[in-house]
């Protein structure tokens, strides 16, 4: 069931907690039992074979774990936990593989070779993308000793915690289930109240903004297809307006698993740290989707960079720092490790040609954007004007480079994508409504004459995307985040209020008061208002 559907508000949410609290008085134990048996129900509400399929999937997992906990325990060669690990690592991706990518792999056999392979539909259990990430993840923390003691009750617990085990965020074993075992599993007014919170926001950004704005987007990327013209305002709109839209629609989700969470007294990671108003693309990727970063960075970027990083030491060739670092030394410790990781990021996000393309092309960003700053050291270069003008100038360009790429995340085809961003740079020239090139007067001939086209798209949704897009951004760019306004709560690991950067002074700061609940009940009466329509979150079909 979806976290913004009527069933899991006022049905699912209620009797969980409930049930959970009264438990708690009585006994933990139970307390949580109970919270694993209805994250279970949760997962199966949607598709009740999704558990048949990802049980087998956690138990083997669990085993390999405590097999490794014991190899640990009894000091057995290193050899044999890495085999262990590199046995449950196959495993893992070999079960994302087939689900996921099994069908893209013969569409892709057809395309090459023009053959005619039909294979029946595979179902694609929901959130895999996620939970195994979170698996190997917890087996590689287990063969480096950084977990000592787990029971398949923890295990359970840590990977079916319903809040994040269809989008994440991807969480450490080891940052909660210190958290499992010291929570009191009874009513707490403040975990209740920033829950609310949290989970109102999450609402109202998903269902009033995401979903909204998508209106009148999704039918800008479905008319390319079709055979329609994507003129260069229609595409500026239809790649500006995504980018919003599945910003809102995540980081939306991601406020409203924290809030699922507080309820039960459990602080999840943060997720996204206002990435639209990043500076720099390295910065965007520390800011968006941080718990997807902090996953690729140390499970693949890092061992990669090291391994190669070795290798030309141990050949008598130079490694990447300082001042002398050559050009070969870049390429093999920092671009390629690079590259590989976002290209498996993009792969990760989907089985199709877009987000492959997607990942390489964010994967380029990050080489060049490296590549400047070690080039500004080289070079003695520094800004000797206003920083602001450099900053702002630094978000533009990030901003448009992150929407350039964004046009591929979405597009049904490489084509439609092409077609698009061809669009973007002015190839297919400059259109408006018909209506509105009309009604110019004599301006419409001159509007003519130097290519202004008309276009099929009616007065109201050209006017009303932009209208969107214009609120959208002016919240993204302009507002706090919602982790900024809870700091002083710690709404989430490791967000203090020390380390908010606020926007708007001191009334950025929530508290527990009669404006602020009157904000937040208004805020959660709109998005419960909005509930009910077709609606689905972008990330959970990953």
């Known amino acids: 069931m979806l976290f913004n559907s009527n069933e899991f508000l006022l049905g699912f949410l209620p009797v969980t907690l409930i049930t959970f609290y009264l438990l708690g008085t009585v006994s933990r ?84 070779f023009g053959a005619n392979i039909i294979l029946a539909h595979i179902i694609l259990p929901l959130g895999i993308s996620f939970i195994t990430f979170q698996k190997i993840a917890f087996l590689i923390d287990v063969q480096a000793g950084r977990v000592k003691y787990f029971t398949f009750q923890d295990y359970c617990i840590f990977v079916l915690f319903f809040p994040q085990l269809v989008a994440g965020p991807i969480v450490h074993y080891r940052e909660m289930m210190p958290q499992f075992h010291s929570v009191s599993c009874r009513f707490e007014k403040e975990n209740l109240v920033i829950g609310l919170t949290l989970l109102s926001f999450g609402l109202f950004k998903k269902v009033v903004l995401a979903d909204h704005i998508a209106l009148f987007v999704t039918p800008l990327y479905d008319r390319v297809p079709a055979g329609g013209n994507a003129s260069f305002l229609m595409a500026w709109m239809a790649a500006v307006g995504f980018t919003l839209q599945i910003y809102f629609d995540f980081s939306g989700y991601t406020d409203m698993a924290l809030g699922l969470a507080r309820f039960f007294g459990i602080r999840l990671p943060q997720n996204f740290d206002s990435p639209l108003r990043a500076p720099s693309i390295i910065e965007f990727w520390l800011r968006w989707h941080m718990t997807l970063t902090r996953f690729l960075t140390a499970y693949i970027y890092n061992p990669l960079a090291l391994w190669l990083t070795r290798r030309r030491l141990a050949n008598g060739r130079s490694a990447l720092g300082g001042r002398d670092a050559t050009i070969g030394a870049f390429v093999c410790i920092l671009m390629f490790p690079t590259i590989t990781t976002m290209f498996i990021s993009g792969l990760w996000h989907g089985a199709g040609y877009g987000f492959i393309v997607w990942g390489l092309i964010h994967g380029s960003y990050l080489t060049i954007n490296h590549a400047w700053r070690m080039l500004k050291v080289r070079l003695g270069l520094k800004w000797s004007g206003n920083p602001n003008v450099a900053k702002c100038a630094g978000v533009a360009l990030t901003f448009a480079s992150v929407v350039f790429a964004m046009v591929f995340f979405r597009s049904a085809t490489i084509a439609s994508a092409v077609e698009l961003t061809k669009g973007m740079i002015g190839l297919n020239g400059i259109a408006l409504p018909n209506a509105i090139l009309g ?30 897009i214009a609120i959208l951004a002016f919240v993204a760019f302009a507002c706090p985040n919602t982790l900024e306004l809870l700091a002083r709560y710690e709404p989430a690991l490791g967000v203090s209020e020390k380390r908010a950067r606020p926007i708007m002074g001191a009334v950025n700061q929530w508290s527990a008061s009669l404006p602020w609940a009157i904000g937040v009940a208004a805020i959660a009466g709109v998005a419960m208002a909005s509930t009910g329509g077709p609606s689905e979150f972008l990330y959970w079909q990953f």
């Open 439 to 468: 009604g110019t007067g004599r301006l419409a001939s001159t509007l003519r004459h130097i290519g202004v086209g008309p276009d099929s798209m009616s007065v109201h949704d050209f006017g009303m995307t932009g209208i969107w």
């Open 29 to 112: 134990t139970a307390a949580i039992r109970w919270l694993i048996l209805a994250s279970l129900t949760f997962y199966a509400w949607w598709r009740p074979v999704n558990v048949l399929i990802i049980a087998p999937s956690i138990v083997i997992n669990f085993t390999l774990g405590r097999i490794l906990l014991r190899l640990n325990e009894s000091g057995a060669p290193r050899r044999a936990c890495q085999a262990v690990l590199v046995l449950g690592i196959l495993f893992n991706v070999a079960f994302l593989g087939y689900f996921k990518y099994t069908n893209f792999l013969f569409d892709a056999v057809n395309d090459v």
